[in-house]
């Protein structure tokens, strides 16, 4: 009798979280389509390539969909069985509603193991054949991404601008070119260089890209206040990429490696950090004047790989925080399942999109400010599912033991 009515409650969901996974995935998927359709037409890129980019782009969609077509399918589900009655039923023939929880805890359990190896196992490596799909492309056609009159961040350092581009010609010509230049140490200032054309170049044994401006003027804002401008009939701006920017680097950042991967980093990171401090200590324990230089620089070094810890554990806690979402969303989807008494997935659909979009934005916002170290990054990533647990448990208990009248009338 128990195992039948674990098979039931499985049976009953099997269907609205097939159903809503792939709604959900069809409308990112669309989405990224479009996207994609621009690639092709708007940039000239072949179709296996933008083929392979979509078929990689997957898993990061499947990462986002996946719980959100369980809370649906929870809220489906026992929705038509308070539409039935099937709910007041059981409690007439004395079953205790948290019956219901252990087929659905079993069913979340599958569910989370499946998401932590796919989490640090599939997406890592489907993130980084996308980028370097992506940088295939940028080195082949350095201009393929650019579009006119929108300010264009692709290259490190600087902010491009250009009226008009000519795609057709080698190299790439650019009208009307405003080139801005903001120093990421703070000292050297910031630098517009505004020309009539420009042309880009890409040198690929130098990972460098090449900007020649023909007619125009520097303008250059010393950290000071100071200011210096200069016109020009040719000007040649060189923007070195980064080692992990060639397509064949072997480097990934935080959103391609496992969470044991970046777990190791850390550790280095940490062990980095102890050593910058005693550094620090010592120079400020130097008999006479610190060197005020190299306590500026130790800073910069420790804030800088504070950052890259804070920014890495929150990926990992996110490896886990999102796949275990999925009980905080049966002790929420449950009570609010019942409490809506619809059996049709368009009142399933339209609360876990409520739901699920402000659990999102509880994740973008602890992100957001535990990488700029306002938050611990344990706390930035879990706190969505402790919130709506805790909502979960209290109209467990509001609901199932004080207003199981409520749903008779």
Known sequence: MALSFDVYILRQHAVPFLLSFFVYTFVLIMNRLFELVDLIFGKGLEPSTVALIFLYSLPFIIAITAPMAFLTSVLAVFG????????????????????????????AGIFIFFMVYFNNHILPDTNHKVKILLL????????????????????????????????????????????????????????????????????????????????????????????????????????????????????????????????????????????????KDSILSFSGYPDEGMLISADIQIQGIKNDIDRYSVEIHKKYSLPFAALTFIFLGVPLGILTRKGGMGAAFGIAILITTVYYIFIVSGETLSDRGFLNPAVAMWAANFFFLALGVFLYHGFFFDSIHFWKR
């Open 80 to 107: 038509r069985m308070s539409e039935d009655f099937e709910i007041i039923s059981l409690k007439a023939l004395g079953i205790n509603p948290l019956r219901i929880l252990p087929p659905l805890i079993f069913f």
């Open 136 to 279: 295939e492309v940028g080195e082949k056609r350095p201009v393929a991404e650019l579009a006119p009159r929108s300010f264009i961040t692709n290259f490190p350092g600087y902010i491009l601008y250009s009226r008009a581009i000519d795609k057709s010609s080698d190299p790439a010509k650019l009208e009307d070119v405003i080139l801005y230049r903001k120093s990421d140490d703070n000292l050297t200032g910031s630098e517009f260089i505004i020309s009539r054309e420009a042309g880009i170049s890409i040198d690929r044994e130098q990972n460098l890209i090449t900007f020649t401006m023909s007619g125009g003027q520097r303008h250059i804002l010393g950290q000071s206040g100071a200011y210096w401008n200069m016109d020009f009939d040719t000007q040649y701006i060189n923007v070195f990429l980064p080692p992990e920017a060639r397509p064949d680097s072997s480097y990934r950042g935080d959103r391609e490696l496992s969470a044991q991967q970046m777990s190791q980093r850390v550790r280095l990171w940490e062990k980095d950090l102890d050593s910058l401090k005693r550094l």
